[in-house]
């Protein structure tokens, strides 16, 4: 079967996919359509809502978009993210912070900001050879997504301001909350499948 324009493995179909409302070629347009809209408002909800946590609060914006790879399919979930980013761009205020625009996106969070659309493509991916069908392949799954988030993200941070300082601000104190939303993105994943039956596509 085609799903966001690439050929998977039927049995592998996207959660979304299987939730969507089933048609033609315009059906189809407007449910990807619609996801990308509502995916992009999710990450500026979740970049915005803090949560309290040790040692810095957390906010949930990285599990989402690796959440939206799993559930989108690779091609609609970066196609979602480069969305969230445009709007970003534009100036509409959708980061954690206050600031927004090009200035603010070359700036220190640019390398994390090239990290979401890794993290939506390869785990989107994952999850099209069926790796969120599994507890453990599902936290695999957002172990490498956390991990696209950071490399770049870290990487960027120690061009401007030397590894040290970058591993110290921008990787140790997330340890703790990242593994906590690896944790809860893999059982939000599976409880969706045990929801759906895990039904095989018709």
């Keep these: 079967m085609m799903t966001n324009g690439l050929a998977v493995d039927r049995r592998f179909a996207p959660l979304l996919s299987r939730v969507a409302p089933r048609g033609g070629a315009g059906t189809a347009l407007v449910t990807a359509v619609t996801a990308a809209l509502l995916g992009s408002l999710l990450l500026a909800v979740s970049a915005k809502v803090q949560v309290p946590f040790w040692p810095v609060p957390m906010t949930m914006q990285s599990m989402v978009v690796i959440l939206l790879g799993m559930a989108y399919g690779s091609r609609l979930a970066v196609a979602t993210v480069g969305l969230y980013l445009l709007e970003g761009l534009c100036g509409l205020p959708v980061f954690a912070g206050a600031g927004a625009g090009p200035a603010y996106m070359a700036g220190p969070t640019a390398g994390y900001l090239l990290g979401f659309l890794l993290a939506a493509g390869v785990t989107g991916r994952l999850a099209e050879r069926g ?23 870290v990487a960027w941070l120690g061009v401007l301001f030397g590894m040290e300082k970058a591993l110290t601000v921008g990787l140790y104190p997330f340890w703790a909350a990242t593994l906590l939303k690896t944790a809860l993105g893999a059982t939000l994943l599976w409880a969706a499948w045990a929801a759906l039956g895990k039904r095989p596509e018709a």
């Design 131 to 153: 790796w969120d069908r599994n507890p453990l392949t599902a936290v695999a799954a957002l172990a490498i997504g956390h991990a696209l988030l950071f490399v770049p993200g």
